[in-house]
């Protein structure tokens, strides 16, 4: 199993130490796994900066990968949040500057609001929410092309009070879809959304298969992790919904160059 999308004390919400999560993906008997702490440049609610120490960071990466060479494969990651504007080359900039192994480029802000937060969803109806929170995401990746896989496509599915009707906003999700697919680019299983209170999955077993059905094949599976307990959550469940859309492989990066793993 691949957990490719996790966090360590390097990141602002997360406070285990890199090598206590790795100890425990290598009690789990995962075969990699990517640490990939968050890089927020600007981050659009105050409360928090998720700047990151890029030179310990680094320091930390390659020597986890060295003392876990025998146990594990520690894939050099991070998690860029998109934003258009100034973050957006702060982003580039940190993806150019250390041979990451793999980018998750996700939106955590959009329209300079954060969409974990009840206010971007207020005053607003959930059609105008949804078209402008995927038309921000469509021009996000548009200009920046950095990245290996996106994060948890669908995020504000976990935050939004009302979901609408698809048809109020999946020609944009569509053209979103096309565009990554054009580019080369993934999506991922994020597992995390199992434990939020509204239950529908990032993505969606409907957003995945449209990923599938126009031609994308690049699936990472990743639990979110930001405790111990939550490490390689949920992975088995991921490759079922890969092969139940119709694919046969979990991708995996090194080198920020992707290969497909049979899933047996
Ligand atoms: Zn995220
Ligand atoms: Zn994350």
Request: net charge negative; aromatic share 12%.
């Amino acid at each position: 199993m691949y957990d490719y999308h996790t966090h360590t004390n390097f990141s602002e919400d997360c406070f285990v130490p890199m090598e206590h999560m790795i100890d425990r993906a290598v009690s789990l008997g995962l075969t990699a796994y990517a640490i990939t702490d968050h890089y927020d440049p600007d981050y659009c609610n105050h409360d928090y900066t998720f700047s990151l120490d890029f030179p310990s960071y680094h320091e930390a990466l390659l020597s986890a990968q060295h003392k876990y060479k025998s146990s594990i494969r520690v894939v050099k990651g991070i998690e860029l949040g998109i934003q258009l504007g100034e973050p957006m080359q702060k982003c580039r900039d940190a993806a150019l500057g250390f041979p990451y192994d793999f980018i998750i480029g996700s939106i955590h802000c959009a329209e300079g609001q954060d969409v974990y937060m009840h206010d971007y969803y207020e005053g607003r109806s959930p059609e105008d929410v949804y078209r402008g929170f995927y038309a921000y995401m469509l021009e996000c990746f548009k200009q920046f092309k950095d990245y290996d896989v996106i994060g948890h496509f669908n995020i504000i599915d976990r935050y939004a009070p009302v979901v609408p009707d698809d048809s109020a906003y999946m020609d944009i999700v569509k053209e979103i879809m096309q565009l990554i697919i054009n580019d080369g680019k993934g999506i991922e299983i994020n597992t995390s959304s199992d434990r939020h209170a509204s239950g529908r999955r990032t993505p969606t077993k409907e957003l995945l298969q449209m990923y599938v059905d126009l031609g994308g094949e690049t699936v990472t599976t990743g639990s979110d992790a930001h405790d111990l307990e939550i490490v390689g959550r949920g992975l088995s469940e991921a490759h079922d919904m890969i092969i139940a859309a119709g694919l046969k492989y979990v991708a995996v990066f090194k080198d920020r160059k992707v290969s497909y793993i049979k899933i047996a």
